[in-house]
């Protein structure tokens, strides 16, 4: 909805849309969900092909870490049941930042609270045309278009105290559900980055099968 408001520091008159509508909390229920499954998914690769029995508790997480150098303690750490080949494919999918930043931000998404998971953006593009009379020495109106995303609104114009504008505006205002503030998916499209991310657990799965048939563990 837009709302005109006064800037209390400066005076000026200004111009806003704001987003009446919070996100639906069954949609954070619903990502959180879908990235723990995915997850999960790449846990029981590991797990699958152990030999283990279904209740022990067993060393067979994926190789998640910070960085490369970080891949051999995984191996002898919480990915020490998981068979060497299978480890070894795994790893081959560089699930660190400076590798497969996307892989390895599943598993940030994954740990990060449902209710800073997400969070709506806004863009604007914007026709105008501006006829004013300026009263006062600054330029009686300004277009800022800046997306404010702790109040859920974008600023659109601003007029200087004094000045006055007859304004002719056509916005086409789109809004996004993305990431909140996690490493490397921050403010990206929660659909699209997803969706990259399910073809890349798709990729490992289809990898660690392959192996597992070309070395027995899988018949």
Known sequence: MAVKEVDPKTGEN????????PIPYMLRGVLTDTVV??????????????????????????????????????????????PPAIFAVMASFQPYPSGNALLWALNEIANTHKHRIIKPFGSL??????DG???????????TMKWD?????????????????RLNIQMQITTAIVF?????????KVSATLETQCGIVSDVINAVEAKARETGLLT
């Open 149 to 165: 995303g702790e109040k859920n609104e974008i600023e659109v114009l601003r007029v200087a105290k004094g000045g006055s504008v």
């Open 14 to 21: 200004v111009l806003k849309y704001r987003l009446g509508v």
């Open 125 to 130: 593009n914007v026709a105008t045309q501006l």
């Open 133 to 143: 009379t300026i009263r006062t020495r600054q330029h009686p109106a300004v277009l």
């Open 37 to 82: 499954n995915l997850r999960s998914a790449l846990d029981h690769c590991g797990f699958a092909f152990s030999g283990l029995p279904d209740d022990k508790t067993s060393k067979t997480n994926f190789p998640f870490c910070h960085s490369a150098s970080e891949l051999p303690g995984r191996k002898t750490g919480m990915s020490a049941e998981i």
């Open 180 to 188: 909140d503030k996690i490493p490397v998916v921050e403010g990206k």
